[in-house]
T-cell receptor
Framework: AQKVTQAQTEISVVEKEDVTLDCVYETRDTTYYLFWYKQPPSGELVFLIR??????QNEISGRYSWNFQKSTSSFNFTITASQVVDSAVYFCALSVATSYDKVIFGPGTSLSVIP | DTEVTQTPKHLVMGMTNKKSLKCEQH?????MYWYKQKAKKPPELMFVYSYEKLSINESVPSRFSPECPNSSLLNLHLHALQPEDSALYLCASSRNRGLGNSPLHFGNGTRLTVT
């Protein structure tokens, strides 16, 4: 069975602080994809990144960076110099080769960035 | 701006009403999805359409009836709903089935209240 755990339910940081959102996944499939989505109060889920199981390279996009470690089944997300506009719920998600259409979402982490 | 458009943004309906949710995308995507999201929970998959054919129904009650008139449009017909069906209904699309090729692109959702 597949599972995604985001242990942090809610996080509050002061603007300009760095923050890391944790994601741990479980699957026995060797081929899978990991995703991060952002959901601001407006409701739309915004795609941030996709990683396949064969690519462990970390990625940086502006203030966002992702650390994928297969050894610990983790796919953590760091926001550097956080801004108020980063306030949202962030979902880590998993899809596996045997059922690609069924994206398994984690419970989400609600991030509040305080001015 | 989202490339997946959902209407209406808000809908209040009684338990005896019939209403429809609409979703439109013009990205040439051939897979379209309906998700249901309760407050403070991750999205839950309801239906998947691939090339205008229903490919996945996640045991959704028959009071929800999906329809895909063409590759750009997806409807969700609602009839005899219950108050517990109140939720945010999200439409999504991807280039095709098999999310390894393309992530989900979500609309802003329809916030449904059943009275």
């Amino acid at each position: 069975a597949q599972k995604v755990t985001q242990a942090q339910t809610e996080i509050s940081v002061v603007e300009k602080e760095d923050v890391t959102l944790d994601c741990v996944y479980e699957t026995r499939d060797t081929t899978y994809y990991l995703f991060w989505y952002k959901q601001p109060p407006s409701g739309e889920l915004v795609f941030l990144i996709r990683r396949n199981s064969f690519d462990e390279q970390n990625e940086i996009s502006g203030r966002y960076s992702w650390n994928f470690q297969k050894s610990t089944s983790s796919f953590n997300f760091t926001i550097t110099a956080s801004q108020v506009v980063d306030s949202a719920v962030y979902f880590c998600a998993l899809s596996v080769a045997t059922s690609y259409d069924k994206v398994i979402f984690g419970p989400g982490t609600s991030l509040s960035v305080i001015p | 701006d989202t490339e997946v458009t959902q209407t209406p943004k808000h809908l209040v309906m009684g338990m005896t009403n019939k209403k429809s949710l609409k979703c439109e995308q013009h990205m040439g995507h051939r897979a379209m999805y309906w998700y249901k999201q309760k407050a403070k929970k991750p999205p839950e998959l309801m239906f998947v359409y691939s090339y205008e054919k229903l490919s996945i129904n996640e045991s959704v009650p028959s009071r929800f009836s999906p329809e895909c008139p063409n590759s750009s449009l997806l409807n969700l017909h609602l009839h005899a709903l219950q108050p517990e069906d109140s939720a945010l209904y999200l439409c999504a699309s991807s280039r095709n089935r098999g999310l390894g090729n393309s992530p989900l692109h979500f609309g802003n959702g329809t916030r449904l209240t059943v009275t």
